[in-house]
T-cell receptor
Framework: KNQVEQSPQSLIILEGKNCTLQCNYTVSPFSNLRWYKQDTGRGPVSLTIMTFSENTKSNGRYTATLDADTKQSSLHITASQLSDSASYICVVSAGLADDYKLSFGAGTTVTVRA | DAEITQSPRHKITETGRQVTLACHQTWNHNNMFWYRQDLGHGLRLIHYSYGVHDTNKGEVSDGYSVSRSNTEDLPLTLESAASSQTSVYFC????????????FGSGTRLTVV
């Protein structure tokens, strides 16, 4: 069964500090890995998408890494801002080009405090 | 600007009633999806469609149905609402498969009492 595990479940950081979120997956055949940000009461918004051949991708202060050998990914938030308070969801796409499915992690809730 | 909208944002219904949640996108995307999100769980796929008149069951499709009569809309129907269907429902669309990003709606919070 395809699974995506995220850690920690939640964390609290001070404004301006950095943090790293983890994602481990058992998904086959692997197609790509995505990180989404979900604000309270809103739908998820895409931050990054990485294919098998990519091991890092940035979007502003967000940097995602992918180690396809160990099936691990991380999302690093640099110089956190209050607006970074949200749930961050790791999503892995499995399957063939015309018939693929997304497996969602349960998310890491990040709270940034002033 | 193109968008994907869900309605209603909040809905309270009684057990056994039929309920339909609307999803409308103006991206002209062929692919549309319905997910439910429950506390402590990742989003789970209910139904999806790859084009007009195409519908497919996802991993948690029991008690739900969809129809796709045009590109823009994919309504989700709960045939006979149950308390286990209390959840937040998200509609999404994408341009293509595999490496294309998904655009999500803002969700519908459904409570079945």
């Amino acid at each position: 069964k395809n699974q995506v595990e995220q850690s920690p479940q939640s964390l609290i950081i001070l404004e301006g500090k950095n943090c790293t979120l983890q994602c481990n997956y058992t998904v086959s055949p692997f197609s790509n890995l995505r990180w989404y940000k979900q604000d309270t009461g809103r739908g998820p918004v895409s931050l990054t998408i990485m294919t098998f051949s990519e091991n890092t991708k940035s979007n502003g202060r967000y940097t995602a890494t992918l180690d396809a050998d160990t099936k691990q990914s991380s999302l690093h938030i640099t110089a956190s801002q209050l607006s970074d308070s949200a749930s961050y969801i790791c999503v892995v796409s499995a399957g063939l080009a015309d018939d693929y499915k997304l497996s969602f992690g349960a998310g890491t809730t990040v709270t940034v405090r002033a | 600007d193109a968008e994907i909208t869900q309605s209603p944002r909040h809905k309270i219904t009684e057990t056994g009633r039929q309920v339909t949640l609307a999803c409308h996108q103006t991206w002209n995307h062929n692919n549309m999806f319905w997910y439910r999100q429950d506390l402590g769980h990742g989003l789970r796929l209910i139904h999806y469609s790859y084009g007009v008149h195409d519908t497919n069951k996802g991993e948690v499709s029991d008690g739900y149905s969809v129809s796709r009569s045009n590109t823009e809309d994919l309504p989700l129907t709960l045939e006979s609402a149950a308390s286990s269907q209390t959840s937040v429902y998200f509609c999404a669309s994408s341009e293509g498969t595999s490496n294309y990003g998904y655009t999500f709606g803002s969700g519908t919070r459904l409570t079945v009492v």
